[in-house]
């Protein structure tokens, strides 16, 4: 890449990071690219286009870890049709590999399974920077930008590397997912990304990876979620109790923040003693990241940005009770969050 001042500043930058990242790596042994827990389309696509990048600069191969399950049937098949090799962190010994990398979490977030204290060199991330991360050796945070895929998109195109088609459909539908088509918290470099992607991605596996055949437990998840919201104003708060997979909470966090008259859904669903969470919100003047911190504070984890965020209450036992609690602290200081006093609570569907 040269000086030419026609190149954009997004790219100068991602040319600086990579060249410094690919040096500091010459020479190292193996590598491991850690995901979060339960990934989706943009940890997906991050670590495939890392270990492209790997192996095309350095001819090293490089192994992808996860924690959890893929539970959502578009990533499932993105995952399937687009050959992403992943292994279970759970099965590799951490001490064989001599370089550890983090994409689209951070150490300490609690949205991955890396035990605690153990070294991490590389981090690249969209979310606002841990304060553990500071501590790593190479860290590539850019919490301005929509989508970590669109980070290492960039580190492809600064270092000259050619883009197959599998790959550019993970990377576009990366940016397509997170972004809702860029209109969720997409940045200039997110919308330049996926406009040079599209023409690349096979739009037959696009078709597939959007389309997907559901399972029945989906539509009865669907049925239960819109018979147990209840709506505080412009807030939305759903209970889906017992949960088959952590993902369904966004998922359906995602589908009711569309109903007309609301701005904010709170979804939780009970998972293996932990009740999972997730905010999405159409006011670009929240921070939904900073909101479910406070939240969770001294009971769990969460994280996010300024739309979207996810976190979890940690040693939730399953019991109607218990979670009926849960769910009328969380509305509460939902509620205080977001300025509403005092309303008559609605159901979305009425009790017959």
Excluded at 31 to 56: E, K
Excluded at 122 to 136: G, L, T, Y
Excluded at 149 to 154: C, M, P, R, S, V
Excluded at 171 to 196: H, M, V, W
Aim: proline share 5%; net charge negative; hydrophobic share 40%.
């Amino acid at each position: 890449m040269t000086s030419d001042s026609r190149v954009p500043e997004s790219l100068r930058r991602s040319k600086e990071h990579s060249d410094a990242m690919l040096e500091w790596l010459r020479g190292k042994g193996k590598t491991i690219i850690i995901i979060h827990d339960n990934p989706d389309p943009d940890c997906l696509a991050s670590a495939m286009a890392l270990r492209h990048l790997l192996a095309m600069k350095l001819n090293r191969d490089a192994v992808i870890t996860f924690s959890g399950m893929i539970g959502r049937s578009e990533n499932i098949v993105m995952a399937k049709e687009l050959e992403i090799t992943l292994i279970p962190l759970e099965m590799v010994d951490l001490d064989e590999f001599s370089v550890v990398c983090m994409l689209d979490t951070q150490p300490g977030t609690g949205n991955n399974s890396l035990p605690p204290g153990c070294r991490v060199d590389i981090v690249i991330d969209h979310h606002p920077m841990r304060e553990a991360s500071k501590k790593c050796r190479w860290v590539d945070i850019r919490d301005e930008y929509g989508v970590t895929a669109t980070i290492l998109y960039e580190y492809l195109m600064a270092q000259h590397i050619q883009i197959g088609t599998k790959l550019a459909t993970a990377l576009f539908y990366a940016i397509k997912s997170e972004t809702q088509d860029l209109g969720r918290e997409a940045n200039q470099p997110d919308r330049n990304a996926y406009l040079r992607l599209f023409p690349a991605a096979n739009k037959r596996l696009l078709y597939e990876i959007i389309h997907p055949k559901l399972p029945a437990e989906h539509f009865r998840t669907i049925h239960s979620g819109v018979e147990n919201a209840t709506i505080y104003g412009k807030l939305l708060v759903v209970n889906l109790r017992a949960i088959c997979f952590p993902e369904v909470v966004s998922e359906i966090a995602d589908y009711l923040v569309r109903l007309e008259g609301v701005e904010t859904v709170l979804s939780m669903g009970h998972y293996n003693d932990e009740v999972i969470l997730s905010i999405r919100t159409t006011n670009t003047r929240l921070n939904a990241g900073e909101i479910i911190k406070r939240l969770v504070a001294g009971r769990g984890a969460a994280g996010g940005h300024g739309m979207m965020a996810g976190g979890k209450l940690e040693n939730v036992p399953f019991d109607p009770a218990t979670l009926k609690e849960v769910e009328d602290f969380l509305t509460k200081r939902m509620m205080v969050e977001l300025s509403i006093g005092d309303v008559i609570p609605a159901r979305l569907i009425k009790p017959h």
